[in-house]
């Protein structure tokens, strides 16, 4: 059983990274210094730096667990060859949507916060690695639904691209939504759907193109 100690210790630590996800939320990362989260949290400049070393670290907490939980349930998607490659692709665009909608809040500071390029293979920071391989997830899923060649990769990759910054303007119109995700999601899936369909029959047709070039 944890002491006193240890208590008010892992107290001081939610307290912190809690201060940290709201600042990061409401002012952007580069803006919030660590004497601010420290001030927020209810402890001194000097006491937050025993628990995290820098912005970085506390970036790095806040986001990985939630992003890790996500990549293993777009995993489980992908992995379930029951579901049409359209399906697949759907589902874990679904499961992208509403993770960011539940996060409404953070997922500027969990998608885009010192972020590396999607197609860097190997970003130094394992934040960034987990980042480019839930877009890989994606990316993977439009080139099979799509049944692109390999020699095609670039345009695969332009393709995920547009695909994700469509994903991102959904969010952007929601982000300051008051209405429960399952509200949303309960409202606007058959238009989610809808613009899947678009981009698919688009990317489609481009590609046709290109293959008999």
């Known amino acids: 059983m944890p002491n006193r100690q240890e208590i008010r210790s892992e107290e001081t630590k939610r307290a912190i ?7 990061f939320a409401d002012r952007g990362y580069d803006a919030v210094t660590m004497r601010e989260i420290a001030k927020a949290a209810g402890c001194s400049h000097t006491t937050i730096y025993i628990y995290f070393k820098d912005k970085e670290a506390l970036l790095h907490q806040l986001s990985m667990e939630p992003l890790q ?5 777009m995993e489980s998607v992908l992995g379930n060859e029951t579901l049409s490659t359209d399906d697949r692709l759907k589902s874990i665009t679904k499961q992208f949507i509403e993770f960011c909608l539940a996060n409404r809040n953070m997922y500027t500071v969990f998608f885009m916060t010192k972020a590396a390029r999607v197609d860097e293979e190997a970003p130094a ?4 690695k987990l980042r480019n391989q839930l877009f890989g997830m994606l990316r993977k899923a439009i080139q099979e ?4 060649r390999q020699d095609f990769s670039d345009l ?3 393709y995920a691209r547009i695909y994700f910054f469509t994903l991102q303007g959904i969010l952007a119109t929601y982000h300051q939504s008051e209405e ?3 509200a949303l999601v309960d409202r606007l899936s058959s238009t989610f759907n809808l613009a899947i369909d678009v981009l698919l029959a688009g990317f489609k047709e481009t590609a046709k193109g290109a ?3």
């Open 17 to 23: 990274l809690t201060a940290a996800g709201t600042l």
């Open 69 to 73: 939980s996500l990549k293993t349930q």
């Open 125 to 128: 920071s394992e934040l960034n």
């Open 145 to 148: 639904a799509l049944n692109l």
């Open 156 to 158: 695969g990759l332009a």
């Open 180 to 182: 429960s995700v399952d």
């Open 211 to 213: 293959s008999s070039k």
